[in-house]
């Protein structure tokens, strides 16, 4: 099993691509390829005080090539959004991210998208440049969380036209470890939400 089945799985999974809010694609996709939902446990934060160390640990997958993690993040501040990195390991390269996300649909506003139009890259979800691709490199990350936090216009540049935002802080929760075979089982198997 590669990361790349366990991109594959996902992407083929239609209740998971259903998604339309933003908190439930933390708590779905740890369902589909731990089998349970997993808890936000720790305080890990990135902010501008420590901003590149922080990164760097935020970023760091202690696992191996044949084992993969859901990593949760949180941005919070003039709004907040919830996204997952998928961290993996891809042959010449190291490891290597995928970002999955969904913007939930407020009533009243046109914003909002499911985690299909985020991969597909159909508005108001972001475009190829800045929104989904199947391999993200640590440089492509760290640039994305630090944008975040010190440009005005990144919150719409990753998310989408979503309305302008700027990011105070973000929270991040790294489910544990786990091998790919079993993580691609899951997620194949997976059909309904968790609750």
């Not at 934060?45 to 922080?54: G, L, R």
């Not at 929760?173 to 079993?182: D, I, M, V």
Request: proline share 3%; net charge negative.
């Amino acid at each position: 099993m590669t990361g790349e089945d366990l991109i594959r799985a996902i992407n083929n999974n239609t209740t998971l691509m259903g998604l339309k809010n933003c908190p439930g694609v933390p708590a779905q996709m740890s369902c589909a390829v731990y089998g349970k939902v997993q808890d936000d446990v720790g305080n890990d934060v990135i902010d501008n005080a420590s901003m590149k160390y922080q990164i760097e640990q935020a970023l760091l997958f202690r696992g191996d090539h044949s084992q993969t993690a859901v990593w949760h993040f949180l941005i919070t501040g003039s709004a907040v959004h919830h996204f997952v990195v998928i961290p993996w390991y891809k042959q010449s390269v190291g490891t290597v991210y995928t970002v999955f996300m969904a913007y939930e649909h407020k009533k009243g506003d046109e914003y909002g998208y499911s985690v299909d139009k985020y991969v597909k890259h159909i508005n108001p979800a972001p475009g190829e440049i800045k929104g989904y691709k199947t391999v993200w490199t640590a440089n492509d990350l760290s640039t994305m969380l630090s944008d975040l936090l010190t440009k005005s216009n990144a919150w719409e540049e990753y998310f989408g036209n979503v309305g302008p935002a700027q990011a105070d802080i973000i929270r991040y929760y790294q489910y544990k470890t786990t091998a790919l075979s079993s993580a691609v089982s899951n997620v194949n198997q997976y059909k309904e939400l968790c609750r």
